[in-house]
């Protein structure tokens, strides 16, 4: 097992203030972005073993296209819920068995070799899947048996492999499903986890005090960023643009690397402004609020200006500096966050393991 440990923001006050009631924004979080958050991952999710029925049943260039945007669709959701990483997405290992990332070692494509060279039966049915390894239930899984190299759909394809290939597609679409709705049902549940986060007392084993459950949130979205910087997009960097990696991009094999970013970005962005911290942010921090937007905004232009598949247009010069901007802009971002808006509400910083095995 890999472990990534970070150090979100450490902040000493020597005079602290009365501790703030942080109920109310989690409050606002979980009814105005998390819930609908996970119900929209649910329901795209829902379509993706339909779009795998139709393409192995009869390939062409329609029902091709009908799974490409299926899959396309369920991750831009998933983007938008995965720095949750607390609570329900961790219960059960899900987040790891919806996408196992980072795979610097090419872990999942090993494991299906493998799985093909054996024809593991395992493989086909939803329920055998969710007891193999976690590398081969998501949807970096799918995406290796579905896409070529140059980002087109080749499921369903005549060939030897199809009827096995097919079988494990569907497979893996509705454990995705399955777990998207775990997920969903497990945030909506007025007595689960949430219910958890908005009572930080004495009795809670979890959190003392709702400046704690705050921290965990704050973290996550730290996290959030920091995995944005140092996993997603350093890696493809490089050293240089000779050196640049772009199948290092999440999810570059299906031409979605674009549409993932923004959407982790977006995610983070819409979470902060759900919870409304304004309101519990001293007069002179409400300055950090525009700061945020200015950059968010920033990180969005530049994605918007770049021309996908990443694959094909990676290493042409504008394509190159443009991410190597992002990745500075996403660092202002997490320090904008981590360093000025925690202190602001005297946020203590945090450890955050991101595991990989």
Known sequence: MRLWVFLAAA?????????A????????????YIRPATAEFAASVEKLPGAVTGI?????????????SA???SLQAFSRIQFLRFGPLLEDDRLSRLAFLPDPRGIVQRQIRKIYAQKDPGVGSAESLKDKSVAVQGFPALQLIAFDKDSDVVLGRPGADKDYTCGYALAIALNLAAIA????????????????LLSGGPQNERYRTSQEAMEDVFNALVTGLIIVRDQDLLPALGASATKAKANRLPFSRSGNSILYLSGELQSIQNAVASLGLEAVTPSDFQWIFNALGFEFGNAQTLLSELTPPLRQTFKDDDAYSRISV???????IRDTMALELAGALELAGGFNALDGD
């Open 326 to 332: 992002l990745a500075i802009t996403v660092k202002s």
């Open 21 to 32: 009631d942080f109920n109310p924004p989690l409050e606002r979080l979980i009814a105005n």
């Open 56 to 68: 192995c049943a009869d390939n062409r260039p329609e029902t091709a296209e009908a799974f490409r």
């Open 11 to 19: 902040v000493f006050f020597a005079t602290p203030s009365p501790a």
């Open 71 to 73: 899959y396309s669709g």
């Open 181 to 196: 709705v775990e997920v969903d049902a497990d945030w909506a549940d007025p007595d689960g986890y949430s219910a958890l």
